[in-house]
């Protein structure tokens, strides 16, 4: 025995007209534990945390395999499947609770026959026409809710959509849902004729976290924050793999609204290249930004940029460039800094003498981002010998 212990927090409810209550579970840890096996530890010794026998925790299940999704419920406030919750993951104590949109039982277990009944409203389904790669016809129509839908790593909750389905084809249109915060509307395609399916979605977001939809993401938590709107164009090959991005390609334009960028520290990085002492803003916001406007094309695992306008405090930027999605996370980017602070006398000569021009009172000077999203290297642009550099505002 480690004597490592690991504590659950569950809601129970006894009926459906009960009251709902809360108890506590000391449980003995194990390697690779996850939720459903603690539920499991208290029906073989149903004991709280003081000591006070009790009755085991009803709860749903089936697969345990991470596909039928029967032991879905709210872990530590959001849902998710209990048999791929990593108890390692979770804050504790671990706070288990029955889905919020459906009945409850009792205790964790939840009257799922809504979401049956909606599926009994797809109507006229013609499963042979639907596997016949030669049928034209439509073979299937409908609506669809769910309390919560993966695509990937990206997470949709309260989702309602039209379906059709068609010869090896199925269809999401006027689709609604929360996504990390926000909203997104749009519509999704699935193409199963393949060997492996291939997508399509458009979708129009807005109100969307950054930070929470990197964080779904490897090694994406921790590079953005801000509040995200605009449009993109997906589309690819569903592959399942470390490397997700790998066969998708699409394009977009987006704007992120009073954020950071916490590893390039562009206000504070850019103006020290030019080689002023006083920060002015970046010193207090080496990181910040109030707006970034881009317009993004993904492919051949990179994201492009044609033209970048960020504002951030003290100093703006037009841009543009990629970023690689491949793993290696490398950073091939250039630009127009305008510093909007006014300066002194000394510092405005100091400054053209490292490369700086000033146009319309602002000082700007050309630069150039290289290394990788976490070791980013600044470097002094070309100017106008810089063929890639954007037009002077």
């Known amino acids: ?162 379906l059709r389905l068609e010869s090896r084809h199925v269809f999401f249109t006027d689709v609604k849902a929360e996504v990390y915060g926000g909203s997104a509307v749009g519509g999704l395609s699935f193409d199963l004729s393949a060997k492996n399916a291939i997508f399509n979605t458009n979708a129009r977001l807005s109100g969307i976290n950054v930070a929470q939809l990197l964080a779904a993401f490897p090694n994406g938590g921790g590079k953005m924050t801000g509040k995200m709107e605009g449009d993109v164009k997906l589309a690819g090959e569903i592959a399942h793999s470390l490397r997700p991005l790998a066969g998708m390609h699409g394009v977009g334009h987006l704007t992120v609204r009073n954020g950071q960028l916490p590893s390039l520290k562009l206000n504070a990085n850019l103006m020290k290249l030019a080689h002023f002492n006083d920060l002015g803003p970046a010193k207090d916001d080496p990181s910040s930004f109030k707006l970034i406007t881009t317009d993004l094309e993904l492919g051949n695992q990179r994201i492009s940029s044609r033209v970048i306008d960020l504002d951030g405090y003290g100093v703006d930027v037009d841009g543009s460039g990629s970023v690689s999605v491949s793993g290696s996370d490398d950073l091939n980017y250039r630009g127009l800094a305008e510093i909007t602070t006014k300066e002194g006398f000394f510092t405005n000569t100091m400054a053209r003498l490292s490369g700086a021009t000033l146009r319309d009172g602002k000082l700007q000077f050309p630069f150039r981002i290289g290394g990788t999203i976490d070791s980013p290297v600044f470097s002094k642009g070309k100017g106008d010998k810089d063929v890639d550099a954007p037009q002077n505002r």
């Open 1 to 162: 025995m480690n004597g490592k212990t690991v504590r659950f927090a569950i809601r129970r409810q006894t009926t459906p007209q009960s009251e709902p209550f809360w108890e506590e579970f000391d449980l003995t840890w194990r390697p690779g534990m996850n939720v459903i096996s603690g539920l499991i530890d208290i029906a073989m010794n149903p004991v709280d945390r003081v000591g006070k026998a009790t009755t085991p925790i009803t709860y749903d299940s089936n697969c345990l395999e991470e596909v039928c999704g029967s032991c879905a419920m709210r872990i530590n406030g959001k849902a998710a499947m209990a048999c791929s919750s990593l108890v390692d993951k979770l804050e504790q104590p671990v706070r288990l609770e029955p889905l919020s949109r459906f009945p409850v039982v009792r205790d964790l277990a939840v009257d799922r026959s809504v979401l049956f009944e909606n599926l009994k409203r797809v109507k006229a389904v013609n499963l042979v026409g639907i596997i016949n790669p030669s049928s034209s016809s439509m073979d299937g129509q409908g609506r669809l809710k769910a309390d919560l839908l993966r695509f990937g790593a990206v997470e949709a909750r309260n989702l309602d959509s039209k």
